[in-house]
């Protein structure tokens, strides 16, 4: 297990390590209300498809909590709201809308029940959905260890480390239970421009757990393949088409391209609430662009000259064909298509 905590629940609120702040200081944020988790979202407070998801699950709860002593209808109107406000805050991964409607099926089933009976039940909810997530990724990490040899140097993109879940991590999920299983794995690391998400998050979290990392600048990732350093590459997903196609960080698909050229293995690794089978193809997935400022420079440095046109769409996708495999808490499965992705919501 990682050695810090992404959420947690203290006191009546919900504590996030404000992930803006990483790797130079480790500070938690408290929040206490939807509209106060929704900001956190947006502004990369948390970030990472499975901890949004979480987040927003918390998000709810919070609500709930805050407004139990008020008139009914206030109450009903201030939840709707809250679900309304988080739903806003991101709109690429998947799993913040099906946790928002998780606790929706949740908070409709205790229609007849007191407003503290619902606001204790929607934290137990929120609870369950971060136990549950850092469950799977175990799950993940055992099916997906397998696919990893000792020695193996793993390429990763932006993180999707216990950082961007409740805990464990679904691509590094898989590195950590290598590792755990005895392997010796090092991993290189994409910077991850624009937002770093690499160079500050990945870096720094598998540094905490002593897994040897290696950062590179996203435009050296061709190198390191073409000259054979990289055995096989590992993503997460923010969200996955029916047919799929893998929505991620804006650079994963040209590191699949890479990929597929040199014949290095390209592992995406998800739990099935990144899975949107309501989405036929990548073509369809949302892709959140983000603000300018991101690109122009970073924090307080700015290198671009001012006025500039910037383009910032923050996620790419990548078509199926070009995913070696898909690593679920079901399973691996090769060459994933919409008939093995159907199958894998009907499996056990
Ligand atoms: O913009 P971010 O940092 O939220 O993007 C995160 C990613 O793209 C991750 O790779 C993805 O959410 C997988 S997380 C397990």
Redesign the pocket.
Known sequence: MAAFDTLRWRDGKLEMLDQRALPDHCLYLAFDSAQGVAAAIRD?VV??????GCAAAYGIALEARRLQQEPKDIFATGLDQAFHVLAQS?PT?VNLFWALERMRARLNALRESGQTEIAAALLEEARAISAEDVRLNRRMGEHGSALLRDGARVLT?????AL??AGH???LGVIRSAVASGKKISVIVDETRP?L?GARLTAWELQQDDIPVTLIADNAAGFLISRREIDAVI????RVAANGDVA??IG?YSVAVLARRHAVPFYV??PLS?IDQRIASGADIPI?ERGPEEVTGYGAVRWAPPGIDVRNP??DVTPAELVTALITEKGVTWAPDETKIAALFNSK
């Open positions: 990369m970030r990472g498809a499975p901890a949004i991101r991964a993109h932006c993180n999707a480390g961007a879940t991590g679904t691509a937002f998400q993503v997460g997903a923010d991620n960080k994963t690794a998800c990144t959140e923050v996620f």
